[in-house]
């Protein structure tokens, strides 16, 4: 396959000389596809290519550990909304607006793997279902915990509660604070990005919009 192909990495001199402990086999060094690599060993890697020597004792674990934060980081992937909201979903009569806000997140951008974290306030108004409380920042962490950038993970958040409940509407808010700006550069340091998804009746009607609005701005 041409994409397997373009995979093959081939090691130059120097690279050889760093990464005889990454081959299965030394007839192997040559030519060693990517994928056959485990994910350990190319940290390893990346750890020679930012100029450190992955050898030296405070480095040795690194990788292993790389590897478990790093699952740990993108467990939303292995996690699906039926599941989260498996059992937690009630018939009712009460149809005012239901809010949950202050939900602290952790994502990672996808253009730089780097951080960026916050707080997501939540707010529906029900037709005939909720969603048990707690399961909403479940939500929440399932998509953060993926590599996301933040404007797709307000609407997967709000199109979730759209497919598990239909409520009347749905509203959800994300203000963010992104590692990619303020350790990169010197003048976004302390700028949050807020995002919005607003779905029926919160789209539709002003008086809902600020009505939730003034309920996230309100502290405390
Ligand atoms: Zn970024």
Do not use: W
């Not at 056959?36 to 030296?56: F, K, V």
């Not at 909304?81 to 018939?91: G, I, R, S, T």
């Not at 509660?161 to 340091?189: S, T």
């Amino acid at each position: 396959m041409q994409e397997r192909e373009a995979l093959r990495l081939k090691l130059g001199d120097r690279s050889l000389e760093r990464s005889t402990q990454l081959a299965t086999t030394p007839d192997s060094l040559e030519e060693i596809t990517l994928a056959s690599l485990s994910t350990e060993n190319l940290y390893r890697e990346l750890l020679s290519r930012l100029g450190e020597d992955p050898t030296r004792d405070g480095l040795l674990d690194t990788p292993k550990r790389m590897v478990k934060s790093m699952e740990f980081l993108t467990r939303g992937y292995t996690m699906d909304a039926n599941e989260v909201l498996h059992n937690a979903l009630f018939d009712v009569e009460y149809d005012e607006m239901v809010i949950v806000k202050d939900i602290e997140f952790y994502s990672m951008c996808e253009h730089h793997l780097l951080p960026f974290f916050g707080k997501a306030h939540i707010a529906y108004v029900p037709s005939g279902k909720v969603i048990g409380l707690s399961k909403i920042p479940r939500l929440v962490d399932m998509f953060s915990r993926r590599l996301q950038v933040q404007e797709r993970l307000t609407r997967e958040i709000a199109e979730a509660i759209e497919q598990a409940i239909n409520p009347q509407g749905v509203a959800v808010i994300l203000e963010a604070e992104h590692l990619c700006m303020m350790m990169r550069g010197v003048e976004k340091q302390h700028s949050t990005t807020t995002t919005s998804a607003m779905r029926g009746v919160f789209k539709e009607h002003q008086t809902t919009r600020h009505e939730f609005l003034s309920l996230v701005r309100r502290n405390g």
